[in-house]
C-alpha cells in the first residue's frame, strides 16, 4: 500500500472512530474494502424504485 | 459390551429408554474417549464434565423413577460456543469474550435442559463464526477427524469434528452464510440449516441478524430430525421467531420418494463456479440414486451464484460490522487476523448498497421460491471441493467462498448437507437438499432416503481405536 494510500484510508478510519487500527489492521481494511467493492460490482442493478427490501416491519407482527 | 462412540441419537434414545444402558455409563465413556481424543482434534473449547456427570445422574433417576422425557434424555451432546449456558463463558473462540459469563439460557439450551440432555461441553468455532480456522486465538481451531492435518469446516468447526470423531452424538451449530452446513460437508455429518424463524436466535452470539440460523447437527438424518423436534418452536422474544406450526419431523421419514419431483441445481457448480470432478460425481450419483428410488429428476435454473454470494456477503458484513465497530474501535489487536478482516469488510459500505441488497435479496428468494413452488426439493452441491490442509492459508482464503450455501441463507430456505462419498484422498463429500419455506420434513425424507439406500452417514473415520 501506497503511503499516500495509507495516509487517506488511516483519515477515513479515524473519522469513523477506528483510531487503533495498525498499519497492518489497515492493509486488512483495504483488502476488506476492496473485496467489498467487488462484490457491489456482482450484483445486477435492476432494482425498481418502489421494490422493498426483504426485511418490513409489520404492525400487527410487532404488537 | 455397548460401542457408545458411535451409537445414533435414535439408538441411545431406545436404549436409555428401556434401561438397557445408563445415561452414567454413557457419558463417562464419552467422557472417556473425549480424553483420548480431544488433544488431537481439539473439537471442545471447553469441556464440562461436573455438569455432564451431574446432567447424567439426574437423567438416570428420571428414567429409574419412570419419568423418561424423550429421545435426548441422558444423552450427551455440546453447544457451540456462541451459544449461551447459564453460568458458563459464552467467548465466540474470541479474547474479546473469553471472560463473557453467560446470565441466562439461550431458548435452546432451555429447550435442551428440559428434556434432560447432557452437556459434554461447548465447542470450538471461528471467532465470532466468521473469523477461522485461525491460530492467533485463546484457543487452537478444531481439527477434522477424517484427517487431523485438514480443517474440519467452519464455522461450527467443534460441532462436526466432535460428532464424526463419535464424541458426541448430537451438537449444535448455528449458520449464517453456511456454517451448520459446512463443517457437515467436510466431516461426512449432517446438518440442518432449517427456515429462517424456525428456532430461536435469542441468547446467541449474533454474527449478521437477518442471516443467523441456529441447527442441529448429527450424525444420521433422523438423529437430525430427532434433535430438530427439541428446537423448533415460536420464541416471542425473538423478533424474527416464526409461529409456524412445528410437525413431528420424524413422522413419514421412512417413506421415500416415489412420486416426488426433485430439482437439480447444477449451475451453481458446473457454470457459476467448478467444483471438483469427484464432488460432481458423487452429486449426480446421489441423483442417480434417488432417481431409481422413484423420484421423477427435473434440471432447474435460478439466478447465479455470485449474485446470491454477493448479496449474503453486503449483508452479512453490514450487519457484523454493526455489531463489532465499538470492539473494534476499542481493541482491535484483541481479534484474531482472520476474524478482524473479514469483519472489516463491511466499514466502508454505504447505507445504499446494504439497503439495495436487502431489496435485492427480497427479489433472489421470490424467484426461488417460485421456481420450486413445483418440486418437492432441491439438490445442489455444498462445497466446491473437500477439506483442505488447515495449515494452507492461502488455500483456506482461495477455498472460503467456493460453496453454495449462501443462497438458502437468503431465502430463509431449509437446507440440509448430507455425506455423498470421499474424495480419492479419503476426505468426505456432501450436497445440498433445499426445500419450500417450513417443509424441512421433506427434506428430510429425501434425506433419509438417500441415506438408506448408500449408508454413507454409517462410515466413521479411522482414528486409531
Known sequence: ?63 | MTDFAYLTLAEAAALLRDKKISPVEYTEALLARIDRLNGKLDAFLRLTPDIAMADARRAEKEIQAGDWRGPMHGVPYGLKDIIDYEGLPTTGHSKILQDNIAKADAPVTEKLKAVGGVLMGKMSTHEFAVGGPSFDLPWPPARNPWNPDYHPGGSSSGSGSALAAGLLPAALGTDTGGSVRNPASMCGIVGMKATYGRVSRRGVLPLSFSLDHIGPMTRTVTDNAMLLNVLAGHDPKDPASARAAVPDFTAGIDKGVKGMTIGVIRHFYEKDDTCTPEMAKSIEDAVAVLKDLGAEIREIQVDPLQVYAACNRTILVSEAYAIHEKWLQERPEDYGDRGRERILAGTFIRAADYVNATRQRRKLTERFNATIADLDAVVTVSSMEPACRIDDEAEVDRTYSRQARAPFNLTGSPALAVPTGFSSDGLPLAMQIVGKPFDEATVYRVARAHEAATGWTDKHPPLGD
Open chain 1, 1 to 63: 500500500m501506497a503511503d499516500k494510500d495509507l495516509t487517506e484510508l488511516k483519515k477515513r478510519a479515524t473519522e469513523i472512530g477506528l483510531t487503533k487500527l495498525t498499519d497492518a489492521h489497515l492493509a486488512q481494511l483495504d483488502r476488506a474494502t476492496a473485496g467489498s467493492r467487488q462484490r457491489k460490482g456482482l450484483m445486477p442493478d435492476d432494482i425498481h424504485f418502489s421494490d422493498e427490501p426483504a426485511h418490513i416491519n409489520r404492525a400487527s407482527e410487532e404488537a
